[in-house]
C-alpha cells in the first residue's frame, strides 16, 4: 500500500513562532491538499496543490508540493491561539485522497 | 447550502446490532467518501463513490457496506456492530477536476460507541 509519513506528530510552541510540518511518501502524487480539524468539527481545507513545484500561500500559511511529486511541506508564520488544532496532509492520485496521521499543534501561553 | 450534513450525530449500539449512517451533500458532488477516525491514527478511508451507482472499497472495508443510490447521499452500513468499530466516522464530498477528485467538504462527524 501507499505509505505516507508526517511529521511531526505533535509540536508545542510559543505563540508568535513559525511552525514547520511535512508529509513524505514512497509514491508519487497528482495533488497535495492540507487540511486543519478543530476539537469536534470535521477537516477543513487550508491549501491545495497541484503542480509539482507549486509554492502557495494563505495568508500566514504557505505550502510546497515537491519536485519529486512524493513530499510537501506546511509552514505557519507568527502562529496565534487559533491555531491550535490537527493538520493533515491528503494527497491524491487516481480517486482517493489519503490522509496522513496528523500534526498536533500546541500553543504555549 | 447546508453542505455536507451527518446523521445521526451520536449513537450508541451493542455488539451485533445494525445501523445505517446516512450522508448528504447538496453540492452536486460526484465523489463521496466514508472515512472513520482513531486516536493517533488519522482518516482512513473505508469505502468511496466516483458517482451515482458506485461504490468502491478504501483502505479498511470490512465490516461495512454502503449504497449510492442517488448522487446526493451516501450511506455507509454496519451489518453486525463490533467494539472495533467505535470511532468517529466522517463524510466527505468532492467535485473532480483533472481527471480525479478535488478538494474534500467533510460533514461534522458521527460518534459511534458499540459496547
Known amino acids: 500500500g501507499q505509505q505516507l509519513n508526517q511529521s511531526p506528530q505533535s509540536m508545542f510552541i510559543q505563540e508568535g513562532e513559525d511552525v514547520s510540518m511535512n508529509c513524505t511518501s514512497s509514491?508519487?502524487?497528482?495533488?497535495w491538499l492540507w487540511y486543519k480539524q478543530d476539537p469536534g468539527e470535521g477537516p477543513v481545507l487550508l491549501i491545495a496543490?497541484?503542480?509539482?513545484?507549486e509554492l502557495t500561500s494563505n495568508g500566514r500559511l504557505t505550502a510546497q508540493f515537491g519536485i519529486t511529486r512524493k513530499d510537501s511541506f506546511l509552514n505557519i508564520s507568527a502562529s496565534i491561539p487559533s491555531d491550535v488544532g490537527i493538520y493533515f496532509c491528503?494527497?491524491?492520485?487516481?480517486?482517493?485522497?489519503?490522509f496522513g496521521k496528523g500534526t498536533r499543534l500546541h500553543i504555549l501561553p | 447550502n447546508a453542505g455536507v450534513t451527518q446523521t445521526p450525530k451520536f449513537r450508541v449500539l451493542k455488539t451485533g446490532q445494525s445501523m445505517t449512517l446516512l450522508c448528504a451533500q447538496d453540492?452536486?458532488?460526484?465523489?463521496m467518501y466514508w472515512y472513520r477516525q482513531d486516536p493517533g491514527m488519522g482518516l482512513r478511508l473505508i469505502h468511496y463513490?466516483?458517482?451515482?451507482?458506485?461504490?468502491a472499497k478504501g483502505e479498511v472495508p470490512d465490516g461495512y457496506n454502503v449504497s449510492r443510490l442517488k448522487k446526493q447521499n451516501f450511506l455507509l452500513g454496519l451489518e453486525s456492530a463490533a467494539p472495533s468499530q467505535t470511532s468517529v466516522y466522517f463524510c466527505?464530498?468532492?467535485?473532480?477536476?483533472?481527471?480525479?477528485?478535488?478538494?474534500?467538504?467533510f460533514g461534522p462527524g458521527t460518534r459511534l460507541t458499540v459496547l
Open positions: 466527505a464530498s468532492s467535485y473532480s477536476t483533472r481527471g480525479g477528485p478535488d478538494t474534500q467538504y
Open positions: 509514491s508519487i502524487f497528482n495533488t
Open positions: 496543490l497541484y503542480k509539482a513545484g
Open positions: 491528503a494527497p491524491s492520485s487516481g480517486d482517493k485522497i489519503i
Open positions: 453540492m452536486n458532488h460526484e465523489y
Open positions: 463513490s466516483v458517482g451515482e451507482g458506485t461504490t
